[in-house]
C-alpha cells in the first residue's frame, strides 16, 4: 500500500488544539498578551473541522474518481478504531467513577452544568443534549465532546453522500453545503435557547468541512493541477497570507466580531472556513518551500486527538487544587506554572495513551485500507 502524507499539517492541527488549551486556561488577573493567545480559543476547533473535511473528502473522492465506489464497511472501521476507543474509554472513566470523587476532584466544573446522561454521551448526541437544555455537561471532559460528536456526524453524512452521488455531483453537494448552513444558522435561533449553546450540530457547522471538502475534492481529482497552481504563487505572498491568517486568528475580536444575530455571525463560520481553506492549500504541494519541519510539533500534532481528549482534565483537576489551596492565578508566576503543570501533564498522558493505547487500534486500520490508493488519514 502506497502511504501518501500531506506535510506540516500535523503541526498545524497542534497549533489548532494549542488555541483550544489557551482558551480553557483560567485566568484570575490582567493578562493582554496571554489575553490575546485565549480570547476566541474556538476557532480551534473549526480549523479541526476545516482539516476533517479536506482529508475525509480527499479520501473518499480518490476512492470514488480512481476505484470507482468507495468501500462503505471498510471507511467506517478506519474511522471508529481512531475515535471510538479512546472516546468511549474515557466516557465510560467518568461514567463510572464516584460523584462524590468527581465533586472533589475538579472533574465537575466549577461553573455548574447538567448531570452526567449516558443516552447522549454513549451516543454521540451530546452535542444536541447541550443545545436542547442550553447548557454544558459539568462532568469533564465531556464539556469538549460536542466536537467529536459533530465529527461523527460529519462521517456518516459524507460517506452517504459520496457513496450514493455520481463523481460528477461531489463538487455541487459540497457547495450545496454552504447554503445549508448558512440556512441552519438563520433557523436554529428559532429553535433552540441560544443563550448558553450555540451552532452545536453538523448543519450550522457544515460550510467548515465543505470547505475544506472542496480542496479535497479539487485535490483528489488533480493533483498535479492543484499543486502546480499553488506553486506558481510568489512565496512571499504565501508568507503574507500566513501572516494574514495568524493576525486575524490572534485578533478575532476585531477582524472577526460575533455578535449574535447580526448580518455578519450568520457568514462568520464561512468566511472563517474559506481563509483556514487557503491556509491549508499552501501546504498540498510535496516540494513546497512553504513547510513546517519541526518533528516535535508534527509528532505533537500526530497525538492531537488525545491532547484534546485529556486537556480539560488537568485544567480542570489542577484548578480545583488552586481553588482548595487559595492559589491565585493572577500573576505571571502562578500563570507559568499553571500552564507547566497542565499542558504538560497533558502531553505526557497523551503520549502514553497514543503509544499503548491508541496505537494498537490504528494498527488495525492497515488491513481496512484499499491498495494501491494515496491515502492521507487524520
Same mark, same amino acid.
Given at each position: 500500500m502506497k502511504k501518501f502524507h500531506f506535510h506540516s499539517l500535523d503541526a498545524l492541527r497542534f497549533f489548532a488544539f494549542l488555541k483550544v488549551y489557551f482558551l480553557h486556561v483560567p485566568v484570575q488577573g490582567n493578562f493582554p498578551v496571554f489575553g490575546l493567545l485565549k480570547s476566541g480559543g474556538g476557532i480551534g476547533v473549526c480549523f479541526f473541522f476545516v482539516l476533517s473535511g479536506f482529508l475525509i473528502t480527499y479520501l473518499l473522492s480518490h476512492e470514488k474518481l480512481h476505484v470507482g465506489q468507495i468501500d462503505f464497511k471498510k471507511f467506517l472501521i478506519r474511522r471508529t478504531l481512531r475515535i471510538w476507543p479512546l472516546y468511549f474509554l474515557v466516557v465510560l472513566v467518568v461514567f463510572m467513577l464516584p460523584y462524590g470523587f468527581k465533586e472533589s476532584s475538579g472533574?465537575?466544573?466549577?461553573?455548574?452544568?447538567?448531570?452526567?446522561?449516558w443516552r447522549y454521551s454513549f451516543t454521540f448526541f451530546e452535542n444536541y443534549k447541550m443545545l436542547l437544555v442550553d447548557n454544558f455537561p459539568k462532568t469533564t471532559p465531556l464539556s469538549v465532546f460536542w466536537s467529536l460528536c459533530i465529527e461523527e456526524h460529519f462521517y456518516i453524512v459524507w460517506l452517504i453522500g459520496l457513496f450514493l452521488l455520481p463523481s460528477k455531483y461531489i463538487f455541487r453537494f459540497l457547495s450545496g453545503c454552504f447554503v445549508v448552513a448558512i440556512a441552519a444558522r438563520l433557523i436554529e435561533p428559532h429553535l433552540f435557547a441560544y443563550q448558553v449553546i450555540d451552532a452545536n450540530d453538523l448543519f450550522t457547522n457544515m460550510d467548515y468541512f465543505a470547505s475544506g471538502g472542496l480542496l479535497g475534492y479539487l485535490v483528489a481529482r488533480d493533483y498535479e493541477a492543484v499543486a502546480g497552481? #499553488?506553486?506558481? #504563487?510568489?512565496a512571499w505572498v504565501k508568507y503574507l497570507v500566513i501572516l494574514l491568517v495568524i493576525i486575524v486568528v490572534i485578533f478575532q475580536s476585531y477582524f472577526l466580531p460575533n455578535v449574535q444575530g447580526s448580518f455578519f455571525s450568520y457568514i462568520r463560520p464561512t468566511v472563517i472556513s474559506v481563509m483556514f481553506t487557503i491556509l491549508l492549500s499552501l501546504f498540498i504541494p510535496k516540494d513546497s518551500r512553504i513547510r513546517i519541519n519541526s518533528k516535535v510539533l508534527n509528532y505533537l500534532g500526530t497525538i492531537s486527538f488525545g491532547l484534546y481528549v485529556y486537556h480539560l482534565i488537568f485544567v480542570h483537576m489542577v484548578f480545583q487544587y488552586c481553588i482548595h489551596h487559595k492559589i491565585l492565578i493572577d500573576n505571571w508566576i502562578t500563570l507559568s506554572t499553571? #500552564?507547566?503543570i497542565t499542558l504538560g501533564g497533558t502531553i505526557g498522558v497523551s503520549m502514553v495513551s497514543y503509544h499503548f493505547f491508541e496505537k494498537p487500534f490504528l494498527s488495525l486500520r492497515e488491513k481496512w485500507t484499499l491498495k494501491k490508493v494515496a491515502v492521507a488519514e487524520s
Open positions: 472533574l465537575h466544573m466549577v461553573g455548574g452544568g447538567y448531570n452526567f446522561d497552481f #499553488i506553486q506558481k #504563487i510568489y499553571y #500552564i507547566l
